[in-house]
């Protein structure tokens, strides 16, 4: 539980299985949208793209992901698994999704009433969607089975106020 009243900052987060979803498959729609080919038609590829997480989408990309599949990498130098952006937020423009900040929190200030508040995971370097969730389980569970997120609670400099990360399983 939260005490009512306080200010907190809500952040997702999940940075394992990085070869989930990923194959040449998506270096090549990568490759297809930097020759400007096949441009990539959403802001959520655009940010799945970017796998060095420098806020364009470049060679650099196609080379990072490369040593992952490869082996080269067992983990992204520069970026986490999975990103998750605030899923009332509106891009700009689909192909450059970083014009204005990418909200990957969501900042409550006055904590009044119980709330819900959703993201949009995107797991970074699978441009083509086929990430398996939640591939790491050894078995498969309902829904309603679920148990909450783990919040990790840091507090601030601010009275009142602390920071929750969840971790999403």
Known sequence: DMPMGGSYAVEPTKDVDYLNG??????????????????????????AA????SQDVSAIDLIELRKLIL????????NTSWRFVDAEHTFNDV????????PENYMIGNLS?????????????DVNGSVIANSESTKVEKRAQRSGLVLDVK???????????????
Do not use: C
């Open 113 to 125: 009433s119980d709330m819900v508040i959703d993201f949009v995971g995107v797991k970074v370097g």
């Open 50 to 53: 970017d796998v060095n997480n």
């Open 155 to 169: 507090a601030t400099t601010r009275p009142n106020s602390v920071i929750r990360r969840a971790q999403i399983s």
């Open 71 to 78: 082996g080269v990498y067992n983990v992204l130098p520069h």
């Open 22 to 47: 990923v194959s040449t498959l998506d270096i090549i729609i990568i490759q297809r949208h930097i020759l400007n080919q096949t441009p990539l038609e959403s802001a959520y590829k655009m940010i």
């Open 95 to 102: 192909l450059n999704p970083w014009l204005i900040n990418v």
